[in-house]
Every structure is written in C-alpha cells, then in structure tokens.
C-alpha cells in the first residue's frame, strides 16, 4: 500500500514629522520549593531590567497552552507517571484528522530524532544533557505521559515507535534521570538544572486588531504579525543580550515558538528568565482594557530600534491590509489614543461625514488635521508620541510571557504533527523570515506521497516499489549514494537548517568546554606552583 494513502503619513519619528489531575507529583512540588537557586546570581548574566513579581506557581504555566488546546478534550485527559509506560497504552481513535498508520510512517521514516538528539545534547557523544533530559508524550488516548527520559536518539526513537503519540513535548534537564526520581532518598535531590529559554507567540492574541481572521484561523495576511514577532524578538536576543542559537519553530497552526539555545540562556533560573519576559513585555491589558501601550520617554534603545523595525510594516500590513479603523466603531478606539480633545472632535466630524473612509487614510487626517490648526491646545510633543503608541499596539509582539517564566515548562517539539492541520512543526529560518509561508509547509500525508513518487521515480523494479518488506528510511540513488527518506521530500530544507543549527550550537560548546579546562588546568598548575 503506497504511503501516501496511510498613501498614508509615514509613521512619527521626529516632532518635525507630525503636524485535571495535578500534572505535577508531590516530588516535583517539593524539588520547585526547594530549589535554592536565583536572587543573587540573577545580576552577573542579565543587564539591569525590571522584574516581575514572582507570585504563586501556577501548574498549567507548566505546559504548552498554543494553539493545539482546540484540538484536545481537557475533560478526558488522563494524566500518567513514568512508573505506568511499561505496559503499551490501550488502543484508541487516532487524534483528530491523523491516522495511526500515517503518524506511524511519519515517525518510522521522516522524523529527524538524531539532530533533535543533536541539538538537546549539545555533543554528539551521549552525555546528560539529553539522557536527563524530561520528554512527555500525548497518547492517542489524550492521557499525558511524563517524566520519560532516554539516554540516545535511537531509544526515544523505539519508544516513540512503541507509544505513537500524537505529539511529545520537551521539558527541563534534571540533576538525574527523571524515571528515577522516587528511588532518590530526598526529594529535593531531584531539580530541574536547566532548559531553553523559549517564547510563545499565537495568533489568537491578535484577535482583537487582526481583521482578516479570528480564532483558529490564519491567512498570508494576519501570518505578518508573527513575522513583525519573530524580527523584533529576535533582534533583542541577540542585540540586547548577546544571545547567537535563536531557534524558531512553526507551531503547526496559526504561531511560532523560539528556543534560546545559548548555554547562557539555558542556565538561567526562573528570576533570570521573568526579567528577559518582563523587558520584552510592552503590549498589557486584556480585550476590554484601554490604553495597552504606557511606555517611559524619552523610548528605551529597544522600543526604538523596534519602531524603526516595524515602521513599513504598520504600513504595509496593517493601514493596507488589515485596515482595523475602517469601521466607525473601531475608529473610534483610534479616537481613544489620541491626546487632544480639540483634534479628536475635528477628526470625529470629518469621519462622520465620511463613515467608509479606510485606515490610511484616517491615520493621514490626523496629521492633517494637527497642521491645520483645529485645536488651539495641541501638545505636538504628546501627539508624537501618543502615535508612537499607537504603531507599538497595532505591530508590538504580544508575546505569551508565562511561557518564558518557569524552567520546568514544556514545549512542543519541533517536527511533531499538528493533529489539527497535519502540517509539520518546523523550523523557522529568521533569516528570510518574509519568505515563509505557514500555509506552504507540508502536511504528513503530503510527504509520504512525496516519497512514494520519489521511490517510483528511482526504483529499479515494481516490485521495490509494491514491497511494504522493503520500506525503510533509507534508499539508493541511481549513483549509488544513500538517500534518506527526508531527503526525497519537502521537508529536506527544514531538516537540513536543524541539522546545521545543532552543528553551530555544538561547536560552540565544544569551545567553551576547551576554554574551561584550560582554566581548570591554570587553576591547578597555579595551585602547585604555590
């Protein structure tokens, strides 16, 4: 059986511009509680930024919370501890819109657990950064398997064979293995020591000033917000904190999540990671809320450089395209943000005189309006940046900070199928960040096809080809070279940039383990010498 089958004023720069069940176990519990870490160490390794309250631990701050939750039943979630995978799960119905048989080829065949192994190992030797390592998989039954852990890339290999999940998530780096953590005689011996630094952007936080979609839904057009993200986040990671191993990654639907990969970053504990949140942080306030943009002048080196990221994208995306004043009412909140009550009355009289009047050109009679003298009591300065404010809210990241908050949170990993769309997580590439298209990436049942033309295309018999004995992930080419099944299909590039981020992550580790053995080894010939 084939596979297959399984013109506006440009924005304000310058005055002279204008006119269920606990998923966390009491050891877990008490291995937070007692985690010594944070306070004093937080200044060494991050610039001076404000923190947040660090408030009461919330469980489901734990977990991943984008866009997948449509597709699952939070009331049938059965929640499992590592001490109950030994017995393979009950059959069940396969998640919505994926057939078991098509998930299991996927992971049999495309699914590239030797760079993931790469990239959470940080070598290509097998060391505790990957075997202590927490994986929690989703069965096909919704019950939530935790704790698991594995020493190479060929075990979670077998064991995600075994299970068939219909999706698996990664978590912290433990003091031991986490399927031992009940032998240990204290609890507080087990803690998590480190993770990724990630970020969570979806979609649905945009709901209230994307126009083009809502909900679950995504377009070309609305999918702009998470560029405008991606290069804003992105320039501050590396810009303002030094970070180089930035690793972006489709959520499947309708996000993208970032991977801070630096050992720096990975090292941070929770107080470390709620001032990067909190500096990032600009858009606050829920639906209901006014003014979602209160920021200090004159406007800190970021905001600026943002603003100068985001200028043509407010633009372009956001007068053009989603034209969010367009209604009398959404004008009205435009009305809102504004300082003068003189200018705002002219603005409204003019607007009512013409109620269809589009975005760019609302956004252009405010200028016009400032110059022309309609209110005597006009603070330019004010009008500056109350428009200022106004690009920041409509463009600005609206990122899901809890995410970034606690070490011990998982995150989906990259290359699991979305079980809503079928699409492939993968990653991003933030350097042509514009060119990607979340419509474009390939679904599961897309590549196996993929792989049945290739194998017809290049077999040597009919039979190679009719033969379900002979699958396997690898094949030949015509000039004898060995071809990977990933290789023969779309999902090639995404894999490749993996391959080429886990190598670029490794060698940089490989230099700062050189570098602190030689200090080591100072240390220890200045000791003797003494």
């Not at 839904?217 to 991606?230: D, Q």
């Not at 990436?441 to 049945?452: N, S, W």
Request: aromatic share 8%.
């Amino acid at each position: 059986m084939p596979h297959s089958e399984l013109e506006a004023s440009a924005v304000p720069t310058s005055e002279a511009d204008l006119p269920d069940v606990d998923p966390m176990d009491h050891e877990m519990q008490s291995a937070v509680e007692d985690d010594g870490r944070g306070g004093a160490e937080a200044a060494s390794e991050v610039p001076n930024l404000p923190t947040a309250p660090a408030g009461d631990s919330k469980l489901d701050d734990m977990f991943d919370d984008d866009d997948d939750d449509e597709d699952a039943d939070p009331d049938a979630d059965v929640w499992l501890d590592s001490s109950m995978a030994d017995a393979p799960p009950e059959p069940a119905p396969a998640s919505k819109g994926l057939d078991l048989e098509v998930l299991q080829a996927y992971y049999q065949r495309l699914l590239p657990f030797r760079h993931l192994f790469q990239w959470l190992n940080h070598s290509l030797t097998p060391g505790s950064d990957f075997g202590h390592r927490e994986f929690a998989f989703t069965l096909q039954n919704d019950a939530y398997l935790r704790y698991q852990a594995f020493p190479t890339a060929d075990l979670l290999r077998k064991e995600v064979l075994r299970l068939n999940p219909s999706r698996f998530e990664i978590g912290p780096v433990y003091t031991t293995n986490p399927r031992d953590r009940k032998s240990l005689d204290k609890s507080s011996r087990f803690r998590p020591l480190s993770k990724e630094l990630v970020f969570d952007i979806d979609l649905t936080d945009y709901d209230e000033i994307r126009t083009c979609c809502d909900k679950a839904n995504i377009c070309r057009k609305c999918w702009t917000f998470v560029t405008m993200a991606i290069k804003v986040v992105g320039a501050a990671l590396r810009d303002d904190f030094g970070f180089k191993h930035v690793l972006w990654v489709y959520s499947g639907r309708r996000g993208a999540h970032a991977w801070v990969c630096d050992k720096r970053a990975r090292q941070m504990d929770d107080q470390k990671r709620r001032a990067i949140a909190s500096y990032l942080e600009v858009i606050k306030g829920g639906t209901q809320s006014g003014k979602k943009v209160n920021v200090k002048r004159p406007l800190h080196p970021h905001l600026g450089r943002s603003l100068d990221i985001l200028k043509d994208h407010f633009q372009s995306d956001i007068l053009a395209e989603q034209d969010p004043w367009r209604e009398p009412e959404k004008a009205n909140r435009l009305l809102q943000l504004l300082p003068d009550k003189g200018l705002n009355d002219a603005l409204r009289k003019k607007w009512d005189s013409c109620q269809d009047r589009s975005s760019a050109n609302r956004w252009a009679d405010i200028d016009a309006l400032a110059k022309s003298g309609a209110s005597r009591t006009l603070d330019v300065k004010a009008l500056l940046e109350a428009k200022q404010d106004i690009v920041l809210e409509y463009t600005y990241p609206r990122l899901d900070v809890e995410v970034s908050k606690k070490l011990i949170h998982l995150l989906k990993s990259p290359f699991v199928i979305h079980p809503g769309t079928g699409r492939v997580c993968v990653p991003i590439d933030a350097r042509r960040v514009d060119e990607f298209d979340p419509l474009g990436v390939p679904t599961v049942t897309e590549l196996l096809a993929e792989i049945d033309a290739w194998d017809r295309e290049h077999a040597t018999s009919t039979a190679e080809v009719e033969s379900e004995a002979t699958a396997t992930a690898t094949a030949t080419a015509a000039d004898g070279k060995r071809v990977q099944d990933y290789e023969k299909t779309s999902l090639k590039p995404y894999v490749d940039h993996l391959k080429a981020f886990a190598q670029a992550l490794i060698k940089e580790e490989a230099a700062l383990k050189r570098e602190e053995q030689q200090l080591q080894e100072k240390h220890s010939a200045d000791a003797m010498e003494f």
